[in-house]
């Protein structure tokens, strides 16, 4: 069993920057790729990137792939998500998600699940 906990988050105005933390208890989570999630409003829950087990990331979100930066300290079991160039169109609930070995773009893939932290991009 492994339980996730997301900090950071908050508001930002466009073209700022924002980084996500998730923090996992339990045992696995170097085994497991790690992605983040985000929902926005009346939108169905997307992935955005995936860093696998050993590093590497995988993005499934082209908006994001030259502004986003994902990490990971297996020795700490804690995932990063540096946000940069921030817009409105990046307001939503970021989740962080892991339990599958390999990296997937399905939300249904992933068994464990942090809580979701608020990003919220206006001026």
């Known amino acids: 069993q492994l339980q996730l906990v997301e900090s950071g988050g908050g508001s930002a105005q466009p073209g700022g920057s924002l980084s996500l933390s998730c923090e996992a208890s339990?045992?696995?989570?170097?085994?497991?790729?790690l992605a983040w999630f985000r929902q926005a409003p009346g939108k169905e829950r997307e992935a955005v990137v995936c860093i696998r087990d050993i590093g590497g990331a995988i993005f499934y979100e082209d908006s994001v792939k030259d502004r986003f930066k994902t990490s990971r300290d297996n020795s700490k079991k804690t995932a990063y998500l540096q946000m940069n160039k921030l817009t409105p169109e990046d307001t939503a609930v970021y989740y962080c998600?892991?339990?599958?070995?390999?990296?997937?773009?399905?939300?249904?893939?992933?068994?464990?699940w942090g809580q979701g932290t608020q990003v919220t991009v206006a001026s």
């Open positions: 339990g045992y696995g989570f170097d085994y497991y790729a």
């Open positions: 998600a892991t339990g599958n070995y390999q990296c997937s773009p399905d939300r249904w893939q992933f068994n464990y």
